[in-house]
């Protein structure tokens, strides 16, 4: 899972404003959806994205 931290992180550091939903993320990094759950979970309770009303999630 450190893999796909680092990968989805840089992403987000090079991309300003990036906004994807959990399934566009699961279709960019061709991730299964427990995967995807468990990274954007991570990221969001270390403080590196917050999630949007909309269900976005986006750099904290």
Known sequence: MTDW???IRA???EIPG???TARQ???L???DATMCEA???T???TGFLRR???GAYVRA
């Open 43 to 45: 990221l969001e309770t």
């Open 11 to 13: 992403e987000y550091h």
């Open 25 to 27: 993320v699961q279709r």
């Open 18 to 20: 990036l906004y994807l």
């Open 39 to 41: 990274v954007l979970e």
């Open 5 to 7: 931290l680092n990968l």
């Open 52 to 54: 949007t009303r909309t």
């Open 29 to 31: 990094w061709n991730l």
